[in-house]
């Protein structure tokens, strides 16, 4: 049955008064505070943003209700919209209040702590009356059930003794937040930045996606209502990036309804956080989905590493080296790919034993490595074989490379025992502008070229215009 005119504008007199009434008393103790305390520009500069948070607020509230645009008329995407708009000057409110109780280490009088305090709890009285005011009917008789049950169980905690433990594996890890209202940028990077974390900031998609391509992020918190480019747009593009898909990232928005949760999830977020954010839920949150990637990225070490040398094995290598040829196919990025073997490794192995030909093994791998790039392809492909890929390479430079690649290895002088071990290596390449388009063939022809620089004496590199030289 439709609401009368007179119940739908008694609702909305009685909602604004359930909100703008804390609103006032908040604004008083912030007015209060700031006029009592000595000169602290960091403090006055953050009860000033509590400030502007209440003004802000109470002008959304004013527009939405005075305005008459009442939320029983409304469609269901108009209100997660008005419910979010709401909640950034909330997060504002509570989150500033909460900072400046955290940071103020007993310099704060007992009764200015006190109405801080008191503007947390009444930030969370609004947040609870605009959920309400947001809710179906139905839907809350049950959430107020599942709340008092919640309670119930967590009474008996000591909430004092509740922390996170930051291991080493996650110290300082690079965090992203994506977020385009600077005060929520600036109360979740304070709040992180306490913990260690080393945080960057993005206020639109776009530049998400450039900083997220250049420098390493352990973890983005990202923003779901933002103008260009929504957040839902931004995970798809990180979930689509061969090497950046499997960032965790954390959505941030004051949807809070379990609809908006659930299409997040299956949209491929980690995880999903509510505005006004509880800092003990987003310590909880970022430390679990920090400790998981660097858990995945271990196991991804473990199965992707050659234990030995510490290069990529094989099994990585031929996933690299497929997606250079799909550059090179898409968009002529050249390439060049040289296969190495130890020369006369059995020997080796027969005169120093197993440990001798393994600290050979390591030493030519680090040979290798130190010839080429960081973002060029090492690996060993079994035994005594190795691999580099080099791309975005002239052939001359590439051939430049596999010669300083020999010299270095007939410089070395690997250390056993007391021993210095003398090698030298062959290899056979093959470059991209020979138009084969078959990884395998490829690696045939490199390999064939290799067994001909052996028959030719060791100790050389055979391309294209030297194999039959």
Avoid at 69 to 92: C, F, Y
Avoid at 263 to 275: E, F, P, Q, R, W
């Amino acid at each position: 049955m439709s609401k009368s005119a007179e119940v739908i504008q008694l609702e909305g007199a009685t909602l604004r008064q359930q909100l703008l009434t804390p609103i006032a008393t908040i604004s008083d103790y912030v007015t209060e505070i700031s006029q009592s305390l000595p000169g602290d520009d960091m403090l006055r500069e953050d009860l000033s943003r509590i400030s502007d948070g209440c003004r802000n607020l109470r002008t959304q509230v004013g527009d939405l209700i005075e305005g008459q645009v009442l939320l029983d008329t409304r469609e269901a995407g108009d209100l997660s919209k008005i419910r979010h708009d709401l909640k950034n000057p909330l997060n504002s409110i509570i989150g500033y209040a909460e900072i400046i109780i955290e940071e103020s280490d007993g310099t704060l009088p007992e009764n200015y702590m006190a109405l801080l305090q008191h503007v947390v709890e009444l930030g969370s009285e609004i947040s609870g009356t605009i959920d309400s005011a947001f809710r179906h009917a139905a839907n809350e008789e049950a959430q107020a059930d599942e709340e008092a049950a919640i309670e119930r169980l967590f009474a008996s905690l000591n909430e004092s003794s509740m922390g996170i433990t930051i291991n080493d594996e996650i110290a300082g890890s690079p965090i992203l937040i994506v977020d385009d209202n600077p005060t929520n940028q600036d109360i979740l990077r304070r709040r992180l930045e306490k913990h260690g974390f080393n945080c960057m900031l993005a206020d639109n998609g776009h530049q998400a996606l450039a900083i997220i391509e250049e420098h390493q992020i352990d973890l983005v918190l990202l923003d779901l209502l933002m103008p260009d480019m929504n957040g839902i747009e931004v995970l798809h593009a990180i979930r689509s990036n061969p090497g950046k898909g499997e960032l965790p990232i954390i959505i941030v928005s004051g949807l809070n309804d379990a609809r908006g949760i659930a299409k997040c999830l299956s949209h491929g977020a980690t995880d999903y956080l509510a505005k006004p954010v509880e800092p003990l839920i987003l310590d909880a949150k970022v430390v679990s989905a920090l400790e998981r990637f660097a858990y995945r990225r271990e196991l991804n070490v473990l199965a992707t590493t050659d234990q030995l040398t510490q290069l990529l094995n094989r099994r990585a290598v031929m996933a690299r080296f497929d997606h250079i040829v799909e550059q090179h196919l898409a968009e002529e990025i050249s390439f060049g790919m040289l296969l190495l073997d130890i020369d006369f490794f059995k020997k080796v192995n027969d005169t120093y034993g197993h440990n001798g030909g393994d600290a050979v093994l390591q030493n030519f791998a680090q040979c290798i490595k130190n010839e080429v790039r960081s973002t060029d392809v090492v690996g060993r492909m079994g035994g005594e074989e190795f691999i580099a890929i080099v791309q975005g390479t002239s052939i001359d430079d590439f051939h430049n490379i596999c010669e300083r690649i020999r010299a270095s290895v007939e410089a070395l002088s690997c250390e056993y025992d007391g021993l210095r071990i003398k090698i030298t290596t062959s290899g056979g390449t093959y470059f991209s502008s020979e138009l084969e388009t078959g990884i395998k063939q490829m690696i045939n022809i490199a390999d064939q070229r290799l067994y001909g620089a052996k028959n030719a004496g060791r100790n050389r590199i055979q391309h294209l215009d030297t194999q039959d030289a």
